[in-house]
């Protein structure tokens, strides 16, 4: 098993390098490349407890896709993602258990509802590199990863309930919905606990390696802590990631050069191995397909995969309107209220506060808008994955579940990932073409933005080293100010040789190298801290900020590198 186990690893991992070589999507290569494998008579069977499938691959998976979430983003586009990850698996697991209990009654209405539940989510892992590859637009990144992230916890909460109701637990929608709020509560608390803490950490701990270790283990505990205390796990990796995320800058520059390329890493063989499983559950479904029930359970398939295919647009189109109407509802009120001077007198009622602008207040009553070919990409992109294959291997260990119906479970659940990568995944670059789909337009306001807050950085820093020049003046005296030019001159053109633009004069007392770097590591702070301002009052795009950022971290970590393999004077 072991030996298998780093095969498939090792063949995935090469796959999907040449995916990335060649510039075509890696999950999608991979997975076909493991279905014809399963063909041959020499690729043993890998099996994998679903349980420890979901323990293992979906804790750092989840985490490192909510470190790369934008916050600000995730946010402003909540009521869009709440809406998908929560009531459309709701939706999707009930139309789907019906439609499962009318072809297949010997499943039973719990039984269906259960394989409902398992289908019902698109998956994180899928959403995020089909779409990165696809580079569609941040809007519709933002929405699709947001969703991911929080579906699965929707998911995995209805299967717990419909598990417990095959099992013989006398349970009700009022105790269906009591779980699903102590999940989130428990799993949200557990998250924030664990990112708080790890946050602490990650500002008093000045080894990146040991941060970064910590990070790859930190998501494992969280989610087990949560599982266990009967919260939801996905939530509480999803919450304690978007809260490091958020303060990853405020973290040394060496922790978020060391955890980049590690998570990078992570994710290629995690993501690899996972649609290689996929693929190679091909050989275990042909087995589970029995020929007396063969016609059944693929016509249960079909109109499975049927059923997600069209229930995903045909809630988000009227939802979307929906949502829309409401919105322009708390907009005239909100003018009412502006216009009667009740919301200026709100304002003055809360002393210590600042004062919310009525730009900031249309901000917060407004999503962020989706025209109604966002809205078509939106629903296309409703691969499945891990997810689903792990729930269903877990279900078809219920002891409650016959032979029969474990191995429909198993086999649907197989159908639909697979159909849904394929068909959905290779037709979506054909799809944003043909719409029109490009992020052209977040270039542009990326570009413009980026050129704003350079200058309003290059603003800030400059003021910071005049600030600097009278302690100069008074440290080394007025013969030292052409060296504290010289290096204004080139801070101005953002350039980092400090040594070059020492003066050497005798008799002086000089400023050391030590007194240089520690300027300009000062100048660099100011500059972070302009982009964090920026950041907070949502006047730059988070994804742009990290950009701008990392920019800085390689001016700080040329600025160490020199210091360190400069020649020592000699005494």
Request: charged share 20%; glycine share 6%; no cysteine.
């Amino acid at each position: 098993m072991d030996a298998t186990l780093f095969y498939v690893l090792v063949g995935a991992v090469v796959v999907a390098a040449i995916a990335r070589w060649r510039g075509w999507p890696a999950p999608l290569l991979v997975t076909v490349v493991a279905l014809a494998a399963s063909f041959l008579p020499f690729i043993p069977e890998l099996e994998i407890d679903g349980h420890v499938l979901l323990n293992v691959v979906l804790p750092p998976l989840l985490y490192s896709a909510a470190l790369d979430v934008s916050f600000v983003g995730f946010k402003r586009s909540l009521p869009q993602i709440r809406r998908l990850g929560i009531w459309l698996v709701l939706l999707t697991a009930v139309v789907v258990g019906l439609v499962a209990w009318l072809i297949l009654p010997a499943l039973t209405l719990p039984g269906a509802l259960l394989l409902g539940a398992i289908v019902a989510p698109p998956d994180a892992v899928s959403a995020a590199a089909i779409g990165r590859k696809l580079g569609l637009p941040r809007r519709i990144m933002t929405v699709l990863s947001g969703e991911s992230l929080i579906n699965d916890a929707t998911s995995l909460t209805l299967y717990r309930v419909f598990a417990a109701i095959i099992a013989g637990a006398a349970l009700n929608v009022w105790d269906g919905i009591w779980q699903f709020a102590l999940a989130v509560v428990i799993g949200v608390v557990v998250g924030l606990v664990f990112g708080i803490v790890l946050h602490q950490l990650r500002m008093r701990v000045a080894d990146p390696v040991v941060i970064g270790t910590f990070g790859l283990l930190v998501p494992f505990g969280a989610y087990a802590i949560a599982e266990h205390l009967g919260g939801s796990g996905v939530l509480a990796v999803v919450a304690m990631g978007l809260y490091v995320g958020f303060n990853a800058p405020r973290t040394d520059y060496t922790t978020r050069q060391q955890e980049a390329p590690l998570w990078l890493s992570a994710d290629l063989l995690l993501e690899s191995f996972v649609f290689a499983y996929i693929g190679l559950m091909f050989r275990r479904v042909l087995s589970d397909l029995g020929s007396e029930s063969v016609e059944h359970i693929l016509l249960l398939s079909g109109a499975v995969l049927l059923t997600v295919l069209l229930v995903r647009p045909l809630y988000i189109y009227p939802a979307h309107a929906f949502a829309r109407w409401q919105q322009r509802v708390r907009l005239r009120r909100w003018e009412r209220a502006s216009t009667a001077g009740r919301f200026e007198q709100k304002q003055r009622t809360r002393p210590g506060r600042q004062p919310t602008t009525a730009e900031q207040m249309k901000k917060r009553l407004t999503e962020p808008e989706l025209s109604w070919k966002d809205n078509a990409i939106i629903s296309w992109a409703g691969m499945r994955g891990v997810v689903t294959l792990a729930t269903a291997l877990a279900a078809a260990d219920l002891a409650a579940l016959d032979d029969k119906s474990s191995h429909a479970v198993v086999v649907v659940a197989f159908i639909v990932t697979v159909a849904t990568l394929m068909l959905q995944g290779l037709t979506l670059p054909f799809l944003i073409k043909k719409l029109g789909i490009a992020s052209d337009v977040d270039q542009a306001e990326d570009a413009r933005a980026t050129a704003a807050v350079r200058k309003r950085s290059r603003e800030a820093g400059m003021a910071f080293l005049e600030e600097k020049r009278d302690e100069w003046t008074a440290k080394y005296g007025p013969s030292e100010m052409k060296t504290f030019d010289v290096f204004t001159k080139r801070m101005s053109r953002v350039e980092t040789e400090t040594e070059q633009i020492q003066v050497v004069e005798e008799n002086v007392v000089r400023p050391s190298y030590d007194d240089l770097t520690a300027l300009m590591k000062g100048w660099l702070h100011v500059r972070r801290e302009v982009l964090l301002a920026e950041r907070d009052a949502d006047n730059l795009d988070e994804e742009v900020m990290r950009e701008l950022m990392a920019a800085i971290d390689a001016e700080e970590l040329a600025l160490d590198t020199r210091g360190a393999t400069r020649p020592q004077s000699r005494a």
